[in-house]
């Protein structure tokens, strides 16, 4: 009995994909009109899928169906115009034909060999990031797929340069006759407000987790770089070795923008490698008014953004910029056998610039995003979200009943509502702050509840808050008025007797 | 004055997409047709690429034509019928289309939360992997990126495992209150045919380089359980802490199999973390008559195996099994507030299963692929893929000229040319063995210069030796049969005088 081999029937492909194409267009239509979040009982979704794979194969038919009738109705919508959670993670016209070709050709980014067009395509597509962002010449840069992994990579070579330089390891490469590696000396410091993934990062590189120093940051959120010395001195006397500064420009709570031209002198100073986690924020930096956030990073050691953040390129797509490429090289190159080829010696294998030696020809979106807009297209794409980030902001601070918790110099709003008897100015003492806490605990929820809009929340100086994350391609004034339209009805439907929301 | 602002023109994606697709699917129809890698300098096609960024947009159409013009000359062409190199990685027609929604959607899978349909339909078909493998329920499945991915969090988790077991780390999420961690005691073991990703995986873990033991391995390129039972005691002599095993089911060189069953009787009473490797070998295991190259896999601590190598998955997307969620869970679970949701305590969150926080939605291609052939379908490729794997290495026994260089259990041929002078019986040692690796390195220059086909190289017990890597849903007999009389013809225009090669 002869079961029916696979075979690649390009006319039943084509006639498909043209249907899949027709769906695309129309979701990208009409996702606005969808619930931004499912209303799901976990598991709800697991019970309508069958817990064995079929035997037999399926008409592509039924599996679209099955797609449209399970799966859709359980998706998140990141590219509804109502979704303002996290940070945006874009699709895009252009993007999503790169992505198509992408997976047609199936071509890997692993060494110069399997493809060269991708490998050249990415070392182009990167030299034009770092230009738009202003970096200097030092940097070369490198797609990852994260902003996790490139914080990972930037700890791993931190780590392993301090242990060369404190002769515990004089070459990660061979790894032939040196001493133990002494990593339970190393110390590596963020901001308080870091990302998650910097302790993270540090706790999978092997860093002891109590190494690992919080920083403390100022009232704009930003890492108190006299804190940073002192931790720092204190760790010398000590007898630790500091390895590594995560500096973040723009953090995730809060947009909070480290001082990086002080953190780089005491780097310098003290020879630790520094990172600079700008995953968010970096985009804004290809806007000359905006280039100021990235003051003194010119002179750290390594660099991430996000370009499937806010520069419309589909995730995932990670930039990651690096001065000592030859530190970088030390600490995850490999060349077995099986691998090499000719040119290996006149060529860059972006294997060796990370933790995969898979990689996906992710140049070719960054390529397409970038010259279907321009420059100038994504300069003013990102104008236009932090012109509507300060416009929100402003309504939230013109509003006696909500409070704005943070600056808000990009385009990430955060705010709570403080209610009626907890007015600004001086009465949010008023009420306690627990209950502020629980009040817009509840406004949140209220907010979901209505499918329309999706934020998510944070903690400011233990204070209780939500975050609205602007940034898509399609988010308009008229998104952002509706939605703080919403805000205020929800949070006044929290109390019963509110008058009318006014509108802006 | 005003720059352009992007926007989102549906209808001008649906006419573009529908282009694109007409590009797709006559891509596939005609890549065989092309030079299977480019004959190319390196910095060709960076040369012709624009050094800057432009500053305004560019229509579709020229994009077009430049990725025809500049890019596609460039590729390797990975769903060539003669690429033969490394593992292949597929592209199919159905996870080809699941990539095109996954792009559009642009859904997150970090949490439940950010799409619950991406996180329960990965749950539902790492389950349809785990029965199709026969993998037992103890163990839970999560898709990485990569194997190298896969590996290192493995290590990592072993890592963490052995030093909370020696009281080094108690509590390797806390981070509060213990001991430094005491990194260089620890030991990792793998075969000397093991794949580099081990290595690199322990280094970028933290482990010292040297404390990764490469064990001996045997004639058939398996691991010498006894060597490893000896290294192990060995290091435990020396007051060392044995942390990880990597095992691998059929290595990258030869398709080694290490002998697991031993293997495994040996971490249980060592209490060492088991890891499989079966990066490609482990897809052949939905195959029953195949299921023997699980043996002793049932009693690993983790499994990896690549559905976008040997499974019609595009790259990509690996299948990763652990049997204890907790520890792995200890390693890698963050919880920021800012990332906070209601349900966190009734759902699996997977960016608490391994490095990356974002994650695409991978599990929608797996679904599309499994759906679309059904696993009897896949059962068949894999069975005459290892059937036409098993033709070749007949056809290369059977020639007088050709050395079969290591068995050939699944699809992957090794081998080399003797020339006349150096037949098998004897002869071979009267040519010396440094010409013998020459002529070979000169055959596989000759067989890429033709632009038909694609191998690549490696070193079995010192030899140099020519890997022919079968397994692409296009592969058919008369591929191979055309494959090996290019090798024949090839080998013997290296040697003037030889005659006609014969078909098999």
Not at 125 to 150: C, H, N, Y
Not at 270 to 289: N, T
Not at 366 to 387: D, K, N, S
């Amino acid at each position: 009995m002869a079961d029916e081999l696979p075979s690649l029937d390009t006319e039943s492909f084509r006639r498909q994909a043209h249907q899949v194409v027709d769906w695309m267009a129309d979701y990208l239509a009409r996702v606005g009109t969808l619930p931004v979040q499912p209303s799901l009982e976990p598991g709800a979704i697991r019970a309508l899928v069958p817990s064995d794979a079929p035997e037999g194969p399926e008409p592509f038919e039924r599996i679209v169906e099955d797609f449209e009738r399970l799966i859709v109705p359980g998706l998140t919508h990141w590219g509804h115009p109502g979704f303002f959670a996290y940070f945006p993670a874009n699709s895009s016209p252009p993007s999503i034909l790169a992505e198509m070709l992408t997976a047609t050709i199936g071509a890997q980014c692993m060494s110069w060999n399997t493809s060269p067009a991708a490998t050249e395509l990415e070392q182009v597509t990167m030299e034009w990031l770092r230009k738009m962002t202003g970096l200097p010449e030092a940097f070369t840069g490198v797609i990852q797929d994260t902003a996790s992994t490139a914080t990972l990579v930037a700890l791993i070579t931190a780590r392993d340069q301090a242990v060369g330089r404190t002769g515990g390891q004089a070459d990660g490469v061979s790894g032939l006759g040196h001493a133990p590696i002494r990593l339970p000396d190393l110390t590596v410091y963020a901001s308080e407000e870091a990302h998650s993934s910097v302790a993270k990062g540090a706790r999978m590189a092997g860093f002891s987790a109590d190494r690992v120093r919080a920083i403390p940051a100022d009232d704009a959120f930003a890492m108190r770089s006299e804190a940073l010395a002192q931790a720092i001195a204190a760790d010398r006397a000590a007898g630790l070795v500091p390895a590594c500064v995560v500096a973040t420009v723009g953090t995730t709570s809060s947009t909070g923008i480290d001082p990086v031209p002080d953190i780089a002198d005491i780097c310098e100073r003290e020879k630790v490698w520094l990172h600079i986690d700008a995953a968010w924020g970096g985009s804004a930096a290809i806007v000359p008014e905006m280039r100021w956030i990235f003051a003194g990073v010119e002179r750290a050691d390594s660099v991430v953004f996000n370009p499937h953040k806010w520069m419309l390129v589909n995730f995932d797509c990670t930039a990651f910029f690096v001065r000592d490429t030859d530190a970088l090289l030390r600490s995850f190159a490999t060349s077995p056998v099986f691998l090499k080829a000719a040119y290996d010696d006149r060529v860059v294998n972006f294997r060796d610039w990370g933790i995969q030696l898979g990689r996906r020809f992710r140049a070719l979106k960054l390529w397409f995003v970038i010259r279907t807009y321009g420059v100038q297209g994504l300069q003013a794409m990102i104008r236009e979200h932090i012109r509507l980030g300060a416009l929100l902001a402003g309504w939230v601070q013109e509003d006696p009943e909500f409070e704005l918790m943070a600056p808000s110099p990009l385009a990430l709003v955060v705010f709570r509502y403080v209610g009626r008897e907890g007015g600004k100015t001086g009465g949010r003492d008023e009420t306690p702050a627990l209950e502020i806490d629980a009040l817009n605990e509840r406004l949140l929820a209220a907010l979901h509840a209505t499918g329309k809009i999706m934020l998510t929340q944070t903690r400011l100086k233990g204070k209780y808050a939500i975050r609205l994350a602007l940034g898509h391609l399609t988010t308009t004034e008229d998104d952002v008025r509706k939605a703080w339209q919403l805000i205020k009805e929800a949070a006044r439907k929290l109390v019963p007797g509110s008058p009318d929301p006014r509108i802006p």
